[in-house]
Protein backbone atom coordinates (compact mmCIF):
# COMPACT_ATOMS: atom_id res chain seq x y z
CA UNK A 1 0.00 0.00 0.00
CA UNK A 2 1.49 3.64 -0.92
CA UNK A 3 0.66 5.71 1.29
CA UNK A 4 0.91 10.03 1.23
CA UNK A 5 1.65 10.54 4.84
CA UNK A 6 0.65 14.88 5.22
CA UNK A 7 -2.16 16.36 3.23
CA UNK A 8 -4.64 18.89 4.86
CA UNK A 9 -7.89 19.52 4.19
CA UNK A 10 -9.72 22.75 4.67
CA UNK A 11 -12.79 24.63 4.41
CA UNK A 12 -11.35 28.18 3.83
CA UNK A 13 -11.92 30.80 6.19
CA UNK A 14 -10.04 34.11 5.92
CA UNK A 15 -9.84 34.80 9.88
CA UNK A 16 -9.66 31.26 10.87
CA UNK A 17 -6.92 30.77 8.03
CA UNK A 18 -4.98 34.03 7.99
CA UNK A 19 -1.68 31.93 7.44
CA UNK A 20 -2.65 32.54 3.84
CA UNK A 21 -1.68 34.99 2.76
CA UNK A 22 -2.33 37.14 0.07
CA UNK A 23 1.24 36.02 -2.10
CA UNK A 24 -0.44 32.68 -1.48
CA UNK A 25 -3.88 32.87 -3.24
CA UNK A 26 -3.96 29.69 -5.22
CA UNK A 27 -5.16 28.25 -2.66
CA UNK A 28 -6.99 30.75 -0.70
CA UNK A 29 -10.24 28.48 -1.73
CA UNK A 30 -11.92 25.07 0.12
CA UNK A 31 -9.95 21.82 -0.29
CA UNK A 32 -11.72 18.54 0.15
CA UNK A 33 -11.74 14.75 -0.07
CA UNK A 34 -13.38 15.39 -3.96
CA UNK A 35 -10.49 17.37 -4.57
CA UNK A 36 -7.54 15.43 -3.97
CA UNK A 37 -8.92 11.75 -4.46
CA UNK A 38 -8.08 11.90 -8.08
CA UNK A 39 -4.54 12.86 -7.31
CA UNK A 40 -4.30 9.98 -5.35
CA UNK A 41 -5.98 7.85 -8.17
CA UNK A 42 -3.46 9.07 -11.13
CA UNK A 43 -0.23 8.39 -8.65
CA UNK A 44 -1.06 5.23 -7.41
CA UNK A 45 -1.70 6.19 -4.11
CA UNK A 46 -3.85 4.30 -2.16
CA UNK A 47 -3.96 6.42 0.65
CA UNK A 48 -3.53 9.03 2.99
CA UNK A 49 -2.60 11.17 6.28
CA UNK A 50 -4.97 14.21 6.93
CA UNK A 51 -2.82 17.00 9.43
CA UNK A 52 -4.29 19.60 11.03
CA UNK A 53 -3.94 22.93 9.96
CA UNK A 54 -5.56 24.96 12.81
CA UNK A 55 -5.93 24.24 16.41
CA UNK A 56 -9.11 23.54 17.62
CA UNK A 57 -11.41 20.75 18.83
CA UNK A 58 -13.96 21.63 15.98
CA UNK A 59 -10.55 21.06 12.92
CA UNK A 60 -10.68 17.11 15.15
CA UNK A 61 -14.27 16.89 14.55
CA UNK A 62 -14.09 17.94 10.75
CA UNK A 63 -10.91 15.60 9.77
CA UNK A 64 -12.70 12.83 11.41
CA UNK A 65 -15.39 13.20 9.62
CA UNK A 66 -13.48 13.80 6.63
CA UNK A 67 -11.65 10.52 7.42
CA UNK A 68 -14.82 8.48 8.28
CA UNK A 69 -16.51 9.39 5.26
CA UNK A 70 -13.48 8.83 2.60
CA UNK A 71 -12.45 5.41 2.68
CA UNK A 72 -8.66 6.42 1.27
CA UNK A 73 -8.25 8.28 4.60
CA UNK A 74 -6.27 6.21 6.36
CA UNK A 75 -5.34 8.54 9.60
CA UNK A 76 -5.36 11.83 11.21
CA UNK A 77 -2.68 13.84 12.90
CA UNK A 78 -5.23 16.03 15.08
CA UNK A 79 -4.31 19.03 17.74
CA UNK A 80 -5.12 18.79 21.57
CA UNK A 81 -4.17 21.26 24.35
CA UNK A 82 -1.45 18.91 25.81
CA UNK A 83 -1.23 21.45 28.98
CA UNK A 84 -4.43 21.25 30.04
CA UNK A 85 -5.13 20.02 33.33
CA UNK A 86 -7.34 17.29 31.85
CA UNK A 87 -4.94 16.27 29.07
CA UNK A 88 -5.25 12.54 30.09
CA UNK A 89 -9.43 12.84 29.36
CA UNK A 90 -9.10 13.98 26.25
CA UNK A 91 -6.83 11.49 24.68
CA UNK A 92 -9.38 8.95 26.67
CA UNK A 93 -12.59 10.12 25.08
CA UNK A 94 -10.45 10.57 21.55
CA UNK A 95 -9.06 7.02 21.94
CA UNK A 96 -12.97 5.84 20.52
CA UNK A 97 -12.24 7.32 16.96
CA UNK A 98 -9.59 4.78 15.74
CA UNK A 99 -8.55 6.67 12.82
CA UNK A 100 -7.10 9.25 15.04
CA UNK A 101 -3.53 8.36 15.31
CA UNK A 102 -1.24 11.35 16.78
CA UNK A 103 -1.47 15.41 17.27
CA UNK A 104 0.44 17.87 16.20
CA UNK A 105 1.28 21.62 17.54
CA UNK A 106 2.50 24.62 15.67
CA UNK A 107 5.54 24.96 17.05
CA UNK A 108 6.95 27.04 14.34
CA UNK A 109 4.27 29.63 14.91
CA UNK A 110 5.39 30.38 18.51
CA UNK A 111 6.57 33.11 19.66
CA UNK A 112 8.51 31.36 22.18
CA UNK A 113 10.93 29.09 20.28
CA UNK A 114 11.73 26.58 22.74
CA UNK A 115 7.88 26.68 23.85
CA UNK A 116 8.06 22.60 23.29
CA UNK A 117 9.95 22.61 26.43
CA UNK A 118 7.69 24.38 28.95
CA UNK A 119 6.88 21.83 31.41
CA UNK A 120 3.16 21.67 31.23
CA UNK A 121 3.70 20.59 27.00
CA UNK A 122 6.41 17.91 28.19
CA UNK A 123 3.74 16.49 30.66
CA UNK A 124 1.38 16.39 28.15
CA UNK A 125 3.53 14.86 25.67
CA UNK A 126 4.44 12.54 28.25
CA UNK A 127 1.02 11.12 27.92
CA UNK A 128 0.62 10.12 24.82
CA UNK A 129 2.64 6.84 25.20
CA UNK A 130 0.02 5.68 26.92
CA UNK A 131 -2.59 6.18 24.65
CA UNK A 132 -0.49 4.82 21.89
CA UNK A 133 -0.28 8.11 19.80
CA UNK A 134 2.08 9.52 17.92
CA UNK A 135 3.64 13.48 17.45
CA UNK A 136 4.45 15.30 14.56
CA UNK A 137 6.98 17.75 15.16
CA UNK A 138 6.12 21.09 12.84
CA UNK A 139 9.20 23.22 13.57
CA UNK A 140 11.91 25.66 12.06
CA UNK A 141 15.38 25.50 11.58
CA UNK A 142 15.71 27.82 14.65
CA UNK A 143 13.96 25.42 16.98
CA UNK A 144 16.11 22.05 15.95
CA UNK A 145 18.50 22.55 18.71
CA UNK A 146 15.35 22.33 21.17
CA UNK A 147 13.58 20.11 19.46
CA UNK A 148 16.84 17.57 20.46
CA UNK A 149 17.00 18.64 24.20
CA UNK A 150 13.17 17.97 23.96
CA UNK A 151 12.86 13.94 21.89
CA UNK A 152 16.21 13.07 24.41
CA UNK A 153 13.66 13.40 27.22
CA UNK A 154 11.10 10.67 25.65
CA UNK A 155 12.87 8.07 24.00
CA UNK A 156 9.77 5.63 24.01
CA UNK A 157 7.65 8.17 21.91
CA UNK A 158 7.32 7.99 18.50
CA UNK A 159 8.09 11.66 16.86
CA UNK A 160 7.92 12.71 13.39
CA UNK A 161 9.59 15.57 11.74
CA UNK A 162 7.82 17.49 9.35
CA UNK A 163 9.31 18.73 6.37
CA UNK A 164 12.59 18.06 7.11
CA UNK A 165 12.29 21.24 9.75
CA UNK A 166 11.67 23.72 6.90
CA UNK A 167 15.18 24.38 6.08
CA UNK A 168 16.23 27.85 4.01
CA UNK A 169 16.56 25.70 0.58
CA UNK A 170 16.01 29.11 -1.46
CA UNK A 171 19.15 30.39 0.44
CA UNK A 172 21.21 27.37 0.03
CA UNK A 173 21.59 27.34 3.07
CA UNK A 174 22.38 24.18 4.79
CA UNK A 175 25.53 23.79 7.06
CA UNK A 176 23.90 24.56 10.35
CA UNK A 177 20.87 22.94 10.14
CA UNK A 178 22.12 19.63 8.40
CA UNK A 179 24.42 19.36 12.21
CA UNK A 180 21.03 19.49 13.90
CA UNK A 181 19.85 17.01 11.51
CA UNK A 182 22.39 14.46 12.02
CA UNK A 183 21.81 15.00 15.72
CA UNK A 184 18.08 14.63 15.53
CA UNK A 185 18.14 11.58 13.56
CA UNK A 186 20.60 9.92 16.39
CA UNK A 187 17.26 9.19 18.37
CA UNK A 188 15.75 6.12 16.62
CA UNK A 189 12.09 7.24 17.72
CA UNK A 190 12.10 10.06 15.44
CA UNK A 191 11.54 9.43 11.56
CA UNK A 192 11.42 12.23 8.97
CA UNK A 193 8.70 13.15 6.47
CA UNK A 194 10.18 13.88 2.64
CA UNK A 195 7.57 16.24 2.52
CA UNK A 196 6.79 20.30 2.41
CA UNK A 197 10.33 20.84 0.30
CA UNK A 198 9.13 23.07 -2.35
CA UNK A 199 7.45 25.89 -0.26
CA UNK A 200 11.03 26.08 1.28
CA UNK A 201 12.63 26.70 -2.28
CA UNK A 202 12.31 29.74 -5.00
CA UNK A 203 8.41 29.47 -5.31
CA UNK A 204 8.77 30.62 -9.14
CA UNK A 205 12.40 29.24 -9.84
CA UNK A 206 13.26 26.13 -8.53
CA UNK A 207 14.78 23.04 -10.04
CA UNK A 208 14.97 19.46 -8.77
CA UNK A 209 18.86 20.32 -7.79
CA UNK A 210 18.06 22.36 -5.14
CA UNK A 211 16.34 19.90 -3.40
CA UNK A 212 19.24 17.19 -3.84
CA UNK A 213 21.58 18.20 -0.76
CA UNK A 214 18.87 18.36 0.97
CA UNK A 215 17.47 14.94 0.78
CA UNK A 216 21.22 13.63 0.84
CA UNK A 217 21.31 14.56 4.21
CA UNK A 218 17.95 12.93 5.47
CA UNK A 219 18.46 10.04 3.66
CA UNK A 220 22.38 9.85 4.93
CA UNK A 221 20.96 10.73 8.52
CA UNK A 222 17.84 8.77 8.82
CA UNK A 223 17.83 5.58 6.84
CA UNK A 224 15.26 4.54 4.57
CA UNK A 225 13.76 2.74 7.48
CA UNK A 226 12.68 6.26 8.79
CA UNK A 227 11.92 8.28 5.95
CA UNK A 228 8.00 8.77 4.60
CA UNK A 229 6.81 10.73 1.88
CA UNK A 230 4.45 13.53 2.14
CA UNK A 231 3.07 15.81 -0.15
CA UNK A 232 1.97 18.68 1.92
CA UNK A 233 -0.67 19.29 -0.45
CA UNK A 234 -2.43 21.87 -1.08
CA UNK A 235 -0.12 24.17 0.90
CA UNK A 236 2.58 22.46 -2.02
CA UNK A 237 0.37 23.98 -4.82
CA UNK A 238 1.82 27.38 -4.09
CA UNK A 239 5.23 25.80 -5.96
CA UNK A 240 4.29 23.01 -7.49
CA UNK A 241 1.20 20.17 -8.69
CA UNK A 242 1.05 17.35 -7.10
CA UNK A 243 2.99 15.76 -10.20
CA UNK A 244 5.90 17.76 -9.62
CA UNK A 245 6.00 17.24 -5.44
CA UNK A 246 5.99 13.22 -6.28
CA UNK A 247 7.82 13.37 -8.78
CA UNK A 248 10.95 14.93 -6.98
CA UNK A 249 10.87 12.44 -4.42
CA UNK A 250 10.19 9.28 -6.76
CA UNK A 251 13.76 10.62 -9.02
CA UNK A 252 15.54 10.84 -5.94
CA UNK A 253 14.73 7.60 -4.65
CA UNK A 254 14.16 5.83 -8.34
CA UNK A 255 18.37 4.50 -7.71
CA UNK A 256 17.21 2.30 -4.33
CA UNK A 257 16.21 -0.89 -3.53
CA UNK A 258 12.60 -1.85 -4.58
CA UNK A 259 12.10 -2.56 -0.64
CA UNK A 260 13.64 0.82 0.54
CA UNK A 261 11.02 2.46 -1.85
CA UNK A 262 8.20 0.06 -0.21
CA UNK A 263 9.20 1.95 2.57
CA UNK A 264 9.65 5.21 1.75
CA UNK A 265 6.38 5.33 0.18
CA UNK A 266 3.95 3.55 2.32
CA UNK A 267 5.01 0.98 4.87
CA UNK A 268 6.89 3.01 6.91
CA UNK A 269 3.83 5.42 7.40
CA UNK A 270 2.00 2.15 7.94
CA UNK A 271 3.89 1.21 10.83
CA UNK A 272 4.09 4.74 12.33
CA UNK A 273 0.81 5.35 12.60
CA UNK A 274 -0.36 2.17 12.87
CA UNK A 275 -2.92 2.14 10.21
Not at 199 to 215: G, S
Request: glycine content about 4%; overall charge negative; proline content about 4%.
Amino acid sequence: MRIDAHQHFWKYNEVRDSWITDDMAVIQRNFLPEDFKPLLNDNKIDGSIIVQSDQSKEENIFQLANALQNEFVKGVVGWIDLQSDNVSENLEYYKEFKKLKGFRHVLQGERQRDFMLRPNFKRGIGKLREFGYTYDLLIFPDQLEYTIQFVQAFPDQPFVLDHIAKPYIKDKKIDDWKKDIEKLASFENVYCKVSGMVTEAHWKNWTKEDFVPYMDVISESFGSPRLMYGSDWPVCLVAASYEQVIGLVNDYFSTFSPHEQELIFGKNAIRFYNL
